[in-house]
Every structure is written in C-alpha cells, then in structure tokens.
C-alpha cells in the first residue's frame, strides 16, 4: 500500500503547477475555516461569557408563569417564602452547583428631588450575586467601596439614567414602589455607584441590597422572583439542568401543577439567536469548504485520468489489477487532500496564533460594546476539518479512479 | 487446444469491431500455432491484423469466433481480472512508444511489475532487476529518468520491464518503429540475445524489412488472413 502512495505523490508532482494551485485553494479553504471558527468562537463564548457572567447566569428558576411576564415584573408571580426554602434546599444538595442568588426584581419610580423617572431594580444579597455573575463588580463605575458592590440603604444605579439625571456616586436618591397590593412606599437610598449598561435583558437595571427590597416593597415575609444559579461546569449544563428540572417537577402548588420553572441562559435571552447564526454561519463556511475540494480534487482527477489514458492502458497489459489502477487514483486524491488539511491546518493555527498577540477587537450591540477576543480553536473543529478534506478528497477521486479501473486497456492503448 | 511444445495456437480465430455503423473483420479463419523459445515476426501491411493478433496473444482481448490458447490456457473465457492475472504472471510487454512510466526511474519502471503486480519481497526483486539491467546494459543508468534516455535506451529498458518477472512469452507491437536502422537492428539483436539467455518466446510485429528478416519463424498476414507468402522454413506452423 505504501507504493500505492508512494507513487501517487510522485503522480501528483509530475504537474507540479496544477497540484500546487489545487493544494493552495483547498489550503486557502482550511485557513478559512479554522481562522472562522476560531474567531466566531470566540466571540460566541465572549457574547455568552458576557451575558452570563454578568446578568443572567447559568440559569434561573422562577415561580411558573413568572418568565412570560417578565417584562412586567410582576409582583404576583413570586415565590412564596416556603417555595424558596424548598427550592434552596435542593440547590444547596446538588454537586454540579457553584452558587446561587435570590433577586426580588421590581420597577419603582426614582427621583433626584428635581427630576423623576422609571427604573428596574434588582433586590440582590450582594455576596451571593458576586458568586453567581462574577463580572458585576467590573461593571461598577466610581464604585463608593473596594471590594464590596453595595451595602444596606445603598443602591446601584444604570448608568444611562444616572447620566441623564446627573447622578453621581455618593448622591441622594429617593425610590418610590408599589408593593402587590397597590400601597405605595418610598425609602430614600445612597448612590454605591453606577452600572454599566449591557446588552440583553436585565443589562440596564438598577441594584440594592434585597433586605431593602423587600422593606420597600413591605413584604412581610420575603419573597422571591428569581433564583440565578451558576453551575461548576458550564459545559455540564444541559445535564444540570435536566437533573435540578426532575428534581422541581415534583414540587406542585396548590392547584396540584408545578410550583416552579427553569430556565437556562439561552433560553432567556435574544442573544441566544446570534450565538445560533454564528453556528450556522460555520456550517456555512463548512460546505463552501467542502464544495471548493470536491470541484477541486474532481477536476484534478479527471484531467489527470484523461491524461494518463495509455499510461493506465500499459499498467493494466502489463497485469495491474483494476482495483490497484482504482488505488493508484483515489490514493492522488487522498495524497493532495492530506498535504492540504495539513497545510491548512498549520497555516490557519498560526494565523489564529498571530491574532491572538495582535489582538482583535468587535464593537458589538447597541452601546457598541467592545469584546477584545481570543481566538483559539478546539482540536476537535481541526481534526473535523482535516476529515472533511480527506473525506470528501477521497469521494471526488472516486469517480475519476473507477473510469480509469473500467477502462479496457486494448482502448487506452490505442487513445492519442 | 494447445499443445506442450506451442506457447501459442489460434483455433479458427475470427475477430470483427464494430466502428460507428460499420463492422469491420480484423482476423478471418487464422490458425496457427507458435513454438515455445521462437523468434516470431507477425508481419503485413496496415490494417492487415497483426496488431489485433498480438492483442488477442497478450488477452487484451477476445476472438469473436474459434480460441487462441496462450501457455496452454484458452483466453476467450478469461474474465477481466483473471487475464490480468494471466498476463502479470505470463506475458511481458513492450510498445512501439516505449510507454516507461515517466515519474519512475529506469530501475523503478522495470521493478514496477515485481513490486506492484507479483508483491514480490525486495530480497528477491532487486537481485530480478538488477540482473536484467545488467542484462540490456542498463545498469548504470538505472537511477535516471525515461526523458534522460534516448529512444534505443528506452526501448532497453522496456524490454528489461518486459523480461524482470521471468514471462514466458514477450509481446512486442513494432518495437523498432520509433528507432534509427542502426538502434533498431540492436534493440532486435537485444531481444534475440534475451530470448537465447532468459529462453523466452519473442513475439513481434514489424513491416520493417531489415527486422523481419532476423525472425525464425514468420507469419505473414493480409486483410486479417493468413497470406499465402508464409514461406517454408521461417513460418509459423499452420494448424
């Protein structure tokens, strides 16, 4: 077999122009895929790393039918405080958990004394949130302490809103809230800070301690509307997710139906479709790649066979077996396949080295967010693509090795 | 059929092509036997049939109508891949345009069929193919390529390809039409010598007069028939 090939590379450099044009095309088509999904991926986990580590977390579990009103934040859909106990207990004994965070969401009128306005709060504890989006702290600007987000009878404001009102760190701010049964409360807060605005939902609401959520809003026993759940694994997720979903199902309200829902970041979020159009987007590129070999590699084939007519004419008089002529091609093919992905896959790893120590930046979303990314790709995208060449550099010599096996070497001696 | 001291006999052979809308009659009624070990000549005009007759001797095809039996194995029921087998353990071949394997060295086109048709181990093919370098005096340009070579060069090395796996009968269709009278006349004297060393059956077919007046036995053929000029003495025995 190892003749079978050895004589298929000096084959293929007997035109040397024609296999060096072939090679550099699908050489071209490797770099390409692997610099896409390199630099897709990147940006696909600094959108993901983004929106989980900052707002939602891995997942979230709300009391059921809370998340189809979400944009309303409603008071009425809350976790009972004995739901939460149950719920917190189950988190707390699962081993594919990091952490999870209580938030009392709710929307509350804000005045600076001379101006008012709409805002969304987060009621959170502020340790435990630290633990379920770790980059929250870095989205805090003139932070009033180090270390810490926010204390009691403070509150973090959306930094939109307190540009707009000329808020600053240290100001006095008034909230005023409606609790669930329509009474009316305000409370008067110290500004720890503001927050960057992010994309998605949740990216420009407001924060304070959720002991004061829950004064403000005069619950008399505290009640939750959403619990963000960060996992250990964040590629563990769907299994985490179905187990804690098992282990919820049971739970029934009152009425006898589920007590809770959960949900995981991706089926929170719009973004998620962007995270989807990137993955169809490098399926995209995956079929250019493989129709730029298979017309590639075929059109080598079959001028080579056509070429070669009397050559394989005297292989088959002098007893070469018809599958050794079928070899001695799609071996042609697999050679130039082979010397490509490799080529490819080198040429495409070092540009994805060299754009890492140059650096790449994406302004991305309304705020024109920049994520600086680091492209790397998984062995497993590099040894797909390489697959992909060999495959279908195999299955385009295919056709061109059976014609010159099928030809009857009495004809091919004679062809001009 | 066949006979222990004939490497070739034609039973009654007919062989008729259809080219386009017409059907055209190659051989007609040829029966002729070939020894073992002779010098042969096919000779005739174009278009007479030689190249057809050393077609269907090298079971690169079949008779239409009667058998050609070649080493005493009739040829008509051969399927494809038995008469390639056939012809990589009996049958050696050189061509009027050498056809030597371009990419190949001198000694990698006549190690070629030991290595890739008999997968003979090396111990035994470089010995093989040294000795049949050195046998048509091509051994010290065995590292050289086919477009170093001169035509009478390679139509040495041909023959070598030819002889390497010890065949028992070599076809060769007009193997000095492409050489100078001077390279011809050695290349003949080259495949006679051969014969006499490795006792091999030469078969060829020639309209060179000077190479065909080398040939022990000739068998001279006109419009796909046997002539009647097949002269006593140098012909082909008539079945």
Partial sequence: MLNVFRLAVKNLLRYKRRTLLTGMLITVGVVAVIVFVGLSGSFKRAIVGQITDSVLSHLQ?????YLASIDNLPLDRMLPAKAFQKLSAILARDDGLAAFSPRIKFGAMLSNYAQ??????NGVDPAKEQAVVPLLPARIKNAAHEGETLKKGEVLLPEVLARGLAIKTGDTIVLVANNKDGSVNGMTFKVAGVVEGLMGPGGRDGYLHIEDAAALLRMETPEISEVAVRTKNFDQLAAVAERLRSSLEPIVNK????????????????????????DVMTLGIKVILIAVVLISVLNVMMMSVYERVREVGTLAAMGTQPSRIMALFVAEGFC???????????VGLGTLWLLNLTGVEVAFGRGNQVFALSPTVEPIEVVSACLIVLGVSILASLQPAAKAARLEPVEALRHV | MGTATDIVTFEDVSKAYRMGEVDVKALSHVSLRIPRGAFTALVGPSGSGKTTALNLIGCLDRPSEGEVFVAGRAIGPM???????????HLGFVFQDFNLLPVLTVYENVEYPLLMIRNMPKTQRQPAVQRVLAA???EDQAGKYPGQ??????QRVAIARALVGNPALVLADEPTANLDGATAQKVVELMKRMR?????????????PRIMDQAEVTVHLEDGRLSDGSAAGKEAGHA
């Fill in chain 1, 116 to 121: 008012t306005t709409n805002v969304r709060l």
């Fill in chain 2, 136 to 138: 048509v005096g091509m």
């Fill in chain 1, 255 to 278: 009425q006898g139906k589920p007590m809770f829902e959960l949900h995981t970041w991706d089926q929170l979020t719009p973004f998620y479709n962007v995270v989807r159009m990137i």
């Fill in chain 1, 336 to 346: 130039l396949g082979l010397v490509s992905a490799l080529t490819g896959a080198a």
């Fill in chain 2, 196 to 208: 006499d060393e490795f006792g091999t059956t030469f078969v060829f077919s020639t309209h060179d």
């Fill in chain 2, 149 to 154: 070579l001169s035509g009478g060069q390679k």
């Fill in chain 2, 79 to 89: 399927g494809r891949r038995e008469s390639a087998i056939f012809r990589g353990e």
């Fill in chain 1, 61 to 65: 579990v709300h009391r059921k039918g």
